[in-house]
């Protein structure tokens, strides 16, 4: 069963700390990476892609993945209380094959 | 440029009628996905096209059907609404199948009653 898990949360920090959110996959041969921004009651906005190992920064973002570990992680820096939502963490594990999502954590940052 | 469209952005149906959920994207892409989320279980898949004129079956097909009418638009249809298939709705797009990144649609909310 090709999973990919997240903690629930809720994780919650205060304005201007970092947040530091996590994904574990099941499928060493995992290609793709992405992590997703949910405000309640609206749709998944897509906010990083990683495909190979290391750091990717965006801005306050970065993405990291360590393939060999099987996990992929997303910081928050200087975070916002307009940063608080759910993340979705999403794996493409083999090609051809269909993203599978994490539950998502929920975050919360306190002014 | 409007991204994914979603429409009815909210439906209530009784059991057993029928509905049509339509999707569009102005974003030129070949593949297109309808997933379901509900509380605790994440996002499903529920059919997908990865490419004009294909359909497949994701993880959770049973009472939908859908139509990739053209390169823009993607339906997903339930023929007889039940209870269990109260959820939001949401449409995606990409640009290849899988790997590349999926944009989503503002969503429907659907309860069947």
């Known amino acids: 069963q090709k999973e990919v898990e997240q903690n629930s949360g809720p994780l919650s920090v205060p304005e201007g700390a970092i947040a530091s959110l996590n994904c574990t996959y099941s499928?060493?041969?995992?290609?793709?990476f992405f992590w997703y921004r949910q405000y309640s009651g609206k749709s998944p906005e897509l906010i990083m892609s990683?495909?190979?190992?290391g750091d990717k920064e965006d801005g306050r973002f970065t993405a990291q993945l360590n393939k060999a570990s099987q996990y992929v992680s997303l910081l928050i820096r200087d975070s916002q209380p307009s940063d608080s939502a759910t993340y979705l963490c999403?794996?493409?594990?083999?090609?051809?094959?269909?993203?599978?999502f994490g539950k998502g954590t929920t975050l919360s940052v306190s002014s | 440029n409007a991204g994914v469209t979603q429409t009815p952005k909210f439906q209530v149906l009784k059991t057993g009628q029928s509905m049509t959920l339509q999707c569009a994207q102005d974003?030129?892409?070949?593949?297109m996905y309808w997933y379901r989320q509900d509380p605790g279980m994440g996002l499903r898949l529920i059919y997908y096209?990865?490419?004009?004129?294909?359909?497949d079956k994701g993880e959770v097909p049973n009472g939908y059907n859908v139509s990739r009418l053209n390169k823009r638009e993607f339906s997903l249809r339930l023929e007889s609404a039940a209870p269990s298939q109260t959820s939001v709705y949401f449409c995606?797009?990409?640009?290849?199948?899988?790997?590349?990144?999926?944009?989503f649609g503002p969503g429907t909310r659907l309860t069947v009653l």
């Open positions: 995606a797009s990409s640009g290849q199948a899988w790997g590349d990144e999926q944009f």
């Open positions: 499928d060493r041969v995992s290609q793709s």
């Open positions: 990683i495909y190979s190992n």
């Open positions: 999403a794996v493409n594990m083999q090609a051809g094959t269909a993203l599978i």
């Open positions: 974003m030129n892409h070949n593949s």
């Open positions: 096209s990865a490419s004009e004129g294909t359909t």
